[in-house]
């Protein structure tokens, strides 16, 4: 029985109408194919001093594609742009004048006007000072700069061009989003274990669409259901994103899988998460009256299927000086922070590929994230996330019901240092619990009909002890199963209670269920 991971994150860009497909199964020998059939095509506004249409339209059929060297590639007008930079270098290498090359570019098909301003263009000026006469005595020979010089003046004027129009595209949030997104699903593919046993599946998802896409999927599901399940769209303290959070919260209960999704800064009130200094003790902040939605939502039953994380993570350096671009000059004005769900998911996908359960979460010298970027604005902290929370703090955040990613200093690793849910309970037990009843689901699939009650028991204890085997563990000492009939309808009543294991729920915390069969 696999481990699937079902992401519901913003993947096509304007996902104005609620997705009514199957989930789309991904992994990495498919994923620039998923992409490329999602057509992926958005479009950025650019000031029309830079381009004369007023906005570009690029299409990313892969991950590559939104590297500015794969935009500039795959845009025509930019495309343009490089191909008269290429040919400016070419002239230069044959020998063709400087005044030539700038005539060649006034007739170029689609290119910006390029404007370079010789020595024979300046005016003259009249000597005004001591100083200015010493300066023609060391100024340059008649006749001006050299070719060389002008036709730099040329190339610079189109790197210029090409850096301001990529600084649009990478400081525009909608395109933000989308490249966030799917580094996180590349992240998970290669950190996470994806393979036969472990499967990744993918819903296109928005704020606006996930209420009616919860509701579609849970008729598909049904027969199949996901092993856990992760939203990939910010949440704050607001009506709207508390309805959203109950929602998720019932869907989870109603496909029994434990769900996560992330908060910003901004569901604490905060401007950035360096004023999460101003907050004393965080738990006592969540008491306030703005937080009351919260606090009902955290004593709702299918709280216990959700769980909130927050504080992002890095995968790449930003484009520049750690990071260049071959094609194009730039420098990225801002860090691409990837949604922690990610993070968590790829956590729990360790976990069960390490251990046969995706419970050891926490186990962060075994199961963690590595090979991050890292944030060196502060160059003394160099750091994998958002912020630094100290160890007092990560404790306040769990006693809040909320999970925070945490990076050393330094180091380019990131990890889950403890666990819990949005009903303070424990993600890890209902990870278990999920796992454990889908199993009894999938025997009741399977098992023959009309078995009386002994061999109902019988078959149970030996699918639990394969099942426990095929997960590299030992059954459990304490597992009871019983099955019964009680109902009017001669339908069999089983109760199973399992104590498992340290090696398979930390906490070794019992569970009891009850199936009608």
């Known amino acids: 029985m696999p481990f699937r991971i079902l992401a519901l994150a913003p993947f096509t860009p304007q996902q104005r109408a609620p997705w009514s497909e199957a989930p789309i199964r991904i992994d990495k020998t498919n994923l620039d194919q998923v992409m490329e059939d999602l057509n992926l095509s958005f479009h950025v506004p650019i000031s029309k001093d830079l381009c004369p249409a007023g906005g570009l339209t690029f299409t990313c059929k892969s991950l590559k594609d939104f590297h500015p ?23 230069k290498a044959k020998g063709v004048s400087a005044q030539e090359i700038g005539a060649r570019l006034r007739q170029w098909p689609d290119l910006p006007p390029i404007r370079v301003e010789t020595e024979h263009q300046k005016p003259r000026r009249n000597s005004t000072s001591a100083v200015d006469d010493i300066l023609k005595m060391v100024a340059l020979p008649e006749g001006g700069p050299t070719p060389r010089a002008e036709t730099h003046g040329f190339t610079a004027q189109i790197d210029s061009l090409l850096q301001r129009i990529l600084s649009d595209v990478f400081s525009y949030q909608e395109f933000r989003n989308l490249e966030a997104v799917w580094r996180g699903t590349r992240f998970i593919l290669k950190q996470g274990g994806i393979n036969g046993e472990i499967e990744l599946e993918i819903v296109p998802v928005s704020p606006e669409t996930l209420d009616e896409t919860l509701n579609t999927l849970v008729t598909r599901l049904i027969q199949d259901l996901p092993s856990l399940v992760i939203v990939d769209l910010p949440f704050d303290n607001s009506p709207r994103s508390l309805e959203l959070l109950e929602k998720i919260a019932q869907f989870a209960e109603t496909v029994l899988a434990p769900t996560v999704g992330w908060i910003t800064h901004k569901f604490l009130y905060l401007d950035t998460w360096d004023d999460l200094k101003k907050l004393s003790f965080l738990p006592h902040y969540l008491d306030e009256s703005a937080f009351a939605k919260w606090r009902r939502l955290t004593k709702t039953d299918s709280a216990r299927w959700l769980a909130v994380t927050c504080n992002r993570f890095l995968t790449r350096y930003p484009y520049g000086p750690d990071n260049t671009p071959r094609l194009v000059r730039f420098e990225e004005p801002r860090h691409l922070w ?13 976990s069960f590929a390490k251990t046969g359960w995706p419970t050891r979460f926490t186990e962060w010298q075994e199961v963690r994230l590595e090979d991050l970027a890292l944030n060196r604005q502060d160059t003394s902290k160099p750091l994998a996330t958002e912020t630094y929370f100290a160890e007092e703090r990560i404790q306040q955040f769990i006693r809040a019901g909320i999970m925070p990613l945490v990076a050393p200093q330094s180091e380019d690793m990131a990890f889950m240092p403890a666990e819990t849910t949005v009903a303070s309970g424990s993600l890890s037990y209902q990870a278990f619990v999920s796992r454990v009843t889908h199993f009894i689901l999938w025997c009741k699939d399977h098992f023959k009909k009309d078995l009386e009650p002994v061999e109902l028991q019988s078959g149970l204890e030996r699918a639990f002890s394969l099942f426990w085997e095929k997960s590299g563990h030992p059954s459990p000492e304490n597992l009871e199963i019983s099955a019964s009939k009680t109902d009017p309808q001669d339908r069999a009543l089983v109760k199973i209670i399992i104590e498992p294991s340290r090696q398979v729920l930390p906490s070794r915390e019992k569970a009891e269920l009850e199936f009608i069969w």
Do not use: R, T, Y
């Not at 060297?69 to 002239?91: M, R, S, W, Y």
């Not at 990837?338 to 360790?350: D, K, N, T, Y």
């Open 338 to 350: 990837i949604s922690p769900v990610w993070a968590l998911g790829c956590l729990m996908s360790q």
């Open 69 to 91: 060297d794969g935009l500039a590639q795959n845009n025509g007008f930019l495309k343009n742009l490089l191909n008269a930079k290429e040919f400016i270098k070419e002239a």
